[in-house]
């Protein structure tokens, strides 16, 4: 008998992903469920899921959450993890929940240094409701909402979530990554899972930003929108750890 190298992760329910062919979150979904299940936390863990593509989160986790309103998920996991602290609480976010009506949530979510942890998926654009701009939505980039390109001096410049975030008192753990290859998706799982120690160990808040694509949205295929997210969104999002104050985790 063969031995078995990859198997669904006991995290995630047995239900197909449902995601455009090509969007990333069934990618970060089973990174986030691995490490999980490596932690052991499969039974104490609860996932907040907003509005969004996001939302559909609670379709494919095997774990208990609720959904919360549209940027509230920091606010709602707060509350959580503050009635039951022996919990480990996440939301998980996307750039048109967190970016716009979530600002303040999760500035001062991460300000306080709650206990929890977010998971920060970035494809510059609302992806459910119909391709609009998004705060992290590239200069010159068309959308639904701007469909000669955004410009700064009429739409403003796109929101950077992790440089804003660095400079909080309360963060302990803030890194972006991508998973647009099978080397960054190790490195995404890497981070993901120091996120979720930082919380375990009951440091402060933690975030991870993952640079996704959307490629209904963006007019592209999938290859192109793996392209198109090498090329343009990760000079405008650089890749890199913002803070660490969790160490060494080996």
């Known amino acids: 008998m063969e031995k078995a190298t990859y198997k669904k992760p006991k ?13 990333h979150h069934g990618i970060i979904h089973r990174l986030v469920a691995e490490v999980i299940d490596e932690l052991d936390i499969q039974g104490k863990t609860l996932m907040v899921a907003p509005v969004g593509c996001s ?38 976010q ?11 949530e999760i500035i001062h979510a991460a300000n306080r240094g709650e206990k929890i942890t977010t998971i920060f998926v970035n494809n510059a654009i609302y992806g459910m409701t119909g391709g609009q ?11 639904t909402t701007s469909p000669y390109g955004r410009k700064a001096e009429t739409e403003g410049f796109p929101i950077h979530v992790s440089e804003l975030l660095k400079e909080t008192a309360g963060i302990v753990y803030l890194e972006r990554v991508s ?27 933690s975030l991870v930003e993952v640079l996704s694509t959307c490629p209904t949205n963006w007019g592209l295929d999938p290859i192109e929108s793996i392209k198109w997210l090498n090329e343009n969104m990760k000079k405008e999002y650089p890749e890199g750890v913002f803070v660490d104050k969790v160490g060494d985790i080996r």
């Open 11 to 23: 995290s995630l329910a047995e239900k197909e992903f449902s995601y455009c062919p090509g969007c």
């Open 55 to 92: 939302v559909f989160a609670y379709e494919f986790f095997d774990i208990d959450g609720t959904v919360a309103p549209h940027g509230r998920a920091p606010a709602v996991a707060t509350g959580m993890k503050r009635a039951m602290p022996e919990k480990m609480v996440f939301t998980y």
């Open 94 to 104: 996307g750039d048109g929940d967190l970016a716009a009506i979530g600002t303040a």
């Open 133 to 143: 701009m998004a705060p992290t939505s590239l200069l010159g980039m068309k959308t």
């Open 179 to 205: 998973v647009s290859s099978p080397q960054e998706v190790i490195k995404a799982k890497a981070a993901i899972k120091k996120a979720f120690i930082a919380q375990k160990k009951g440091l402060g808040f």
